[in-house]
């Protein structure tokens, strides 16, 4: 990534990153583009930003980016629903092992149902 927001910032371009990570490995990648955003200069967009850090870590997923802001760093993220994540119950998004992965439990879980088709429950992330 670093390579690639050199030439970015030499042109004035965005550098759009999806964490390679997600949970609390995740905050790590969102430090380590932050770094490299701040040692090029680029614009940096965090995208999907939910589906990386939406399980009980998005307080200091946003704490990371607003302090990267504050600092005079061009960065944004974005986000939004995503189908094929935690929209359901059946997802396998939560398969065995899903909380130990995420390093979170179930109480930072907020389960409501929802009116999408076939029942699907959705589910919504907490802060920690």
């Not at 999907?48 to 990267?68: C, F, K, N, P, T």
């Not at 389960?111 to 920690?128: E, T």
Request: neutral net charge; aromatic residues 8%.
């Amino acid at each position: 990534m670093g390579a690639l927001s050199r030439v970015a910032a030499r042109y004035a371009r965005l550098v759009a990153m999806h964490t390679r990570s997600d949970s609390w490995a995740g905050i790590g990648a969102i430090k380590e583009a932050v770094r490299i955003t701040k040692l090029t200069g680029a614009s940096l967009q965090v995208s999907h930003l939910v589906y990386q850090v939406g399980m009980g870590m998005m307080s200091q997923a946003l704490d990371v980016l607003e302090q990267a802001v504050r600092n005079g760093l061009d960065v944004t993220a974005d986000s939004g629903m995503y189908h094929a994540f935690a929209t359901f119950a059946g997802s396998p998004v939560f398969d065995e092992g899903c909380v130990e992965r995420w390093g979170c439990g179930y109480a930072d879980l907020l389960w409501q149902p929802g009116n999408m088709p076939d029942s699907i429950v959705h589910v919504n992330f907490l802060k920690n």
